[in-house]
C-alpha cells in the first residue's frame, strides 16, 4: 500500500467523525419529547372540582371526560383546549376522570389516561362581621 498519506486520511476521518457527531447531537437535542401523561391530578377548589392534566410533549391541547360512576348524570365531555386545567361545578359523588393531551400539531398522536374520585363539595361559608 504505497503512496498511502496515512495521516491525511486519519484526519478525515476524524473530521468526517465529528461532523457525524455534530448532527446527531443536533437531531437529539431539537427532538421532540415522546408524547406522555405523567399524572391526571383531581382536587377540590373552592367548591369545584379542579382537574390538572401533566402531560410531556410538544404543543399540546388537552381534553377531559367526566362521567359519574353511579350513572346518575350524563358524562361531561371537554374538548381539547391550550389549558391542561379543568374547573368543574359538579355535585358531589363518585367520578371517572378521564385526561387528554394530544401534540398540537398531529391530531392523530393522543394520549389518555383515566383515574377514579371520591368528589365531597365543600363550601365555604363567607363568614360577616
Given at each position: 500500500?504505497?503512496?498511502v498519506n496515512w495521516e ?112 365531597k363539595k365543600v363550601i ?6
Amino acid at each position: 500500500m504505497a503512496g498511502v498519506n496515512w495521516e491525511k486520511a486519519y484526519h478525515d476521518l476524524e473530521s468526517h467523525i465529528g461532523h457525524i457527531m455534530k448532527e446527531t447531537s443536533e437531531l437529539v437535542n431539537n427532538a421532540s419529547p415522546k408524547l406522555r401523561i405523567n399524572d391526571v391530578h383531581v382536587e377540590e377548589d373552592n367548591g369545584s372540582l379542579k382537574v390538572i392534566i401533566d402531560a410531556t410533549g410538544h404543543k399540546m391541547t388537552y381534553a377531559l371526560y367526566l362521567t359519574d360512576r353511579k350513572g346518575q348524570q350524563e358524562t361531561i365531555k371537554l374538548p381539547y383546549q391550550l389549558s391542561n386545567t379543568f374547573n368543574l361545578d359538579v355535585p358531589a359523588g363518585r367520578y371517572t376522570v378521564q385526561g387528554f393531551a394530544r401534540q398540537h400539531e398531529n391530531d392523530l398522536d393522543i394520549v389518555s389516561e383515566k383515574v377514579s374520585v371520591n368528589f365531597k363539595k365543600v363550601i365555604q361559608n363567607e363568614q360577616t362581621d
